[in-house]
């Protein structure tokens, strides 16, 4: 078992208390090189390190973001990089009394012997990378394992490998002294039901808490970020407001233990609107009655409305910096059960 000093299991349980402290969630700004120039591409953004910095200040240098956001997950391009007048993002973003985390998983890749899953990468060398960003400034880091849905899948093995792989992540962080955020996301792509949507997700929550916790890992130091339960996309019967919140809880509530100080969800391609709708129908029903806290770490829902405004012009920073603090704001409201739009 590892060594955990009780000052650094203080620090840890500190810094995950803090992400969700004061009805605040997360901001996801972590897209991998290829993944944020395909979100460019789609509106005629030139795809160069050049847009994706400014677009990155845009981000950082929202007045007031902190008023919603406790945290915000970067990638490593990102952390590396600084404002036109030569602040260093970090320096920016812990000014603004917001924590700064990393993504240092390094993708999902085809997975062998499975050909329609993935097994995320990147365990090798963490321990070195994870220093350096440490250094660097950041508290707390994200790895995503991705799950697909179809008459049998996912399989066992795929499941079983990403719960393993996010528990020796989650291990290699608490080390190092970085909450982790462990995010085995089932994607909504398919033309599956609600009920299989819990039926997988129960699955695999299950097989990641008994993989952090044959590794050792401090629950109260660490945060869960799953998907929410819903239909596939392509299922004819789409899910009410109230049945999505509710299958939502019930599933949670049976899989992820009451030492975990908060559960932070994914987006994973929602609209906004809807994916802060949902969060608020959950926080109205059940927040005062739930052992964790009901967040965000939101992406899309939060970026996308922003992204569309901007559109790499730098007369439209001040509108889109407006739509993010707004979109931000939604899903603080909606953790108090609040959310109009
Ligand atoms: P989305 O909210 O866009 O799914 O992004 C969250 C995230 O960090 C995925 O890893």
Not at 58 to 71: H, R, Y
Not at 205 to 218: A, D, E, K, P, S
Not at 255 to 274: D, H, K, N, R, T
Request: charge should be neutral; proline fraction near 4%.
């Amino acid at each position: 078992k590892m060594e955990k000093t009780l000052m650094h299991r203080q620090m840890l349980i500190d810094t995950a208390s803090a992400l969700v402290a004061d009805d605040k969630g997360l901001l996801a700004i972590d897209e991998s090189i290829t993944t944020c120039n395909k979100r460019f591409v789609a509106l005629a953004i030139p795809q160069t390190e050049a847009a994706r910095h400014d677009y990155r200040e845009l981000i950082v240098t929202t007045s007031g973001l902190a008023e919603s956001i406790s945290g915000l997950i970067l990638y490593d391009e990102t952390i590396r990089q600084s404002s036109d007048d030569g602040t260093p993002f970090v320096k920016l973003i812990v000014e603004a009394g917001i924590i700064p985390g990393i993504k240092v998983d390094i993708g999902a890749k085809g997975m062998a012997g499975h050909p329609q899953e993935k097994i995320t990468e990147g365990l090798d060398g963490l321990r070195e990378r994870m220093a350096e960003y440490v250094q660097m400034g950041a508290r707390f880091a994200k790895w995503r394992a991705v799950l697909t849905v179809a008459d049998n899948l996912p399989s066992r093995g795929c499941i079983e490998a990403n719960a393993h792989a996010l528990a020796r992540y989650a291990a290699l962080c608490q080390e190092a002294g970085l909450v982790p955020i462990v995010e085995p996301e089932v994607i909504m792509a398919g033309e599956h039901s609600l009920d299989r949507c819990r039926e997988v997700t129960e699955e695999v929550l299950h097989t990641v808490f008994n993989q952090l916790y044959r590794q050792g890992i401090l629950l109260e130091g660490m945060i869960l970020k799953p998907n929410m339960l819903l239909p596939g996309l392509a299922c004819p019967q789409q899910a009410k407001l109230d049945d999505v919140a509710d299958a939502t809880v019930n599933c949670l509530l049976r899989a992820v233990p009451a030492a975990v100080p908060g559960i932070m969800f994914l987006s994973g391609g929602q609209a906004a609107g809807l994916a802060s709708a949902r969060l608020n129908a959950m926080n109205v029903r059940y927040k005062s009655q739930l052992p964790w806290a009901l967040s965000f770490s939101f992406g899309r829902a939060i970026q996308q409305p922003a992204l569309a405004a901007w559109l790499g012009k730098k007369d439209q920073v001040i509108a889109a910096q407006n739509i993010l603090y707004h979109r931000a704001k939604c899903n603080r409201d909606a953790r108090k059960g609040q959310f109009t739009d």
